[in-house]
């Protein structure tokens, strides 16, 4: 299968097969991982494998219940890491706790764990595996962190369960290009685009096999936000990566 065609096979797998990756297979997902786009060359990210069944088992736990967590064959954290930035300025001397201070820098380090968990989730896929991204590890950020005992200007941004898939979730419809896709400039008239959005998803999980609901894309994504508020993120990056003295 070529790479364009695979990549619009994504689906989340939530349920594993009792079979291990080998250490192998693993060394090339880190690779792929690590071979992704990054920033002017930051590699600004660190990737953990929690291997640990009972440490796996207590993130799985708070990062929402997710007992499937601890059923994939690895489970990986993708962490923004600009520690290594931060030891290499003091060793040089030179000053950059300004910019380390700026949203730019956190969103360097989010931005370069999202590029190589997405070079790991391709990588997965072709080998016949299955994945799941976990945005739950940011519920309980703080208690994630301790757990990992991530240091100073290193933060969790999501989890990834990687495993050989045992049923997979059907295909989502996605929003039609020309409600995402805009040329030369924003395009501000697309309510209607996304109004038929709404009753194609809202026939997909009404007709979903196993898991049928009345509901629509928007009924899902501005409930998940309003449940998942994570108020407590701000605080969390400031004393984490900004301000330092």
Known sequence: MTNHKLLKKHVS????????????QVKELILAAQSASSASF?????????????LKGKIAELAGNQPFISEG?????FCA???RLHRLSQERNIDIQPM??????????AIDASLAAQNMTVAAESMGLGVCYIGGIR????????????????F???GLVVGYPKAKNELKPRIPMAGIYHIDKYNKDTDEIINEYEETTRRYYTNRIGNSSNKTWGDGTVNSFHRLSRMGMKDYLNKQCLAKK
């Open 139 to 154: 519920d309980a950020i703080v208690e994630i962190s301790d757990l990992l005992e991530l240091p100073e200007y290193v």
């Open 81 to 83: 890491d600009l520690q």
């Open 73 to 77: 064959s690895h489970f990986f954290v």
């Open 100 to 109: 380390l201070e700026g949203v730019d820098a956190i969103l360097a380090g």
């Open 42 to 54: 930051l590699q600004a990210y660190t990737i953990i494998g929690v291997e640990d069944d009972k």
């Open 156 to 158: 969790p941004v999501f």
């Open 13 to 24: 797998v939530r349920q594993f097969l009792d079979k291990k990756i080998n250490e192998e």
